[in-house]
């Protein structure tokens, strides 16, 4: 079985610029989330789906985040304008469910550089 | 509010030692899950484990092990017989209910094993 789908796996870019990552979850999974890691705060949980709904944007640091999931399979977590304390490792998960003991099971990861 | 400790930042060991990596959580909520996740040199998160509070028997899969004490709020993790591939981070991650079972990480342990 396919797991989660991230893209691109690198992306180096100057300040200023649109960034979009992009995610295809596990089929069948009805929850999708994006999630930081940096070495400073470690991973952090940016926002979650469940039925391509936002559910929960509270991680999210500022405006200049957003994030999109117009059908099952597909998600974006955009930055605009890019700032150099944007880079990080962006991640991608996805979880039947988040009530019955599921596990989130994660994409290998974005990293992302901002000059 | 909940959260995971993990106090060892970084342990090295040469191979066929066995090593135990700790992780202790704080919650209020009587139902809660447990989760340990491997990230290897080349960044993918891997789960690996998931426990519920109300099942406290230890698990033992090949080489892992964890054991799981409510008494002392501990999900501590082993790997006997380390071998080069195990050097990775790991992660301890909890979820709750009164967080939307939103995972909260540990800081991960960096695990370094020298053949």
């Known amino acids: 079985d396919a797991g989660v789908i991230q893209s691109p796996r690198h992306e180096v870019t100057e300040m200023g610029q649109e960034v979009t990552l992009r995610c295809k979850p596990i089929?069948?999974?009805?929850?999708l989330f994006w999630y930081r890691q940096t070495m400073m705060r470690g991973l952090e949980l940016l926002i979650y789906?469940?039925?391509?709904?936002?559910?929960?944007d509270s991680g999210m640091p500022e405006d200049r985040f957003s994030a999109k999931m117009p059908n099952a399979s597909f998600s974006t977590l955009k930055i605009q304008p890019s700032e150099p304390r944007d880079s990080a490792v962006y991640f991608c998960?996805?979880?039947?469910?988040?009530?019955?003991?599921?596990?989130?099971?994660f994409g290998d990861g974005t990293r992302l550089s901002i000059l | 509010a909940q959260k995971v400790t993990q106090a060892q930042t970084e342990i090295s060991v040469v191979e066929k030692e066995d090593v135990t990596l700790d992780c202790v959580y704080e919650?209020?909520?009587?139902?809660?899950?447990l989760f340990w996740y491997k990230q290897p040199p080349s960044g993918e998160l891997v789960f690996l484990i998931r426990?519920?509070?109300?099942?406290?028997q230890n698990e033992i899969s090949g080489r892992y092990s964890w054991n799981f004490q409510k008494s002392t709020s501990s999900f501590n993790f082993t790997i006997t017989a380390s071998q080069v591939v195990d050097s990775a981070v790991y992660f301890c991650?909890?979820?709750?209910?009164?967080?939307?079972?939103?995972?909260?990480f540990g800081a991960g342990t960096t695990v370094t094993v020298r053949a």
């Open positions: 998960a996805s979880s039947r469910s988040v009530d019955s003991n599921q596990p989130q099971h």
């Open positions: 089929s069948g999974h009805d929850y």
């Open positions: 789906f469940n039925n391509n709904v936002p559910i929960d």
């Open positions: 919650t209020r909520d009587t139902t809660y899950y």
């Open positions: 426990r519920n509070s109300f099942d406290e």
């Open positions: 991650a909890l979820s709750v209910v009164s967080n939307d079972y939103k995972l909260s």
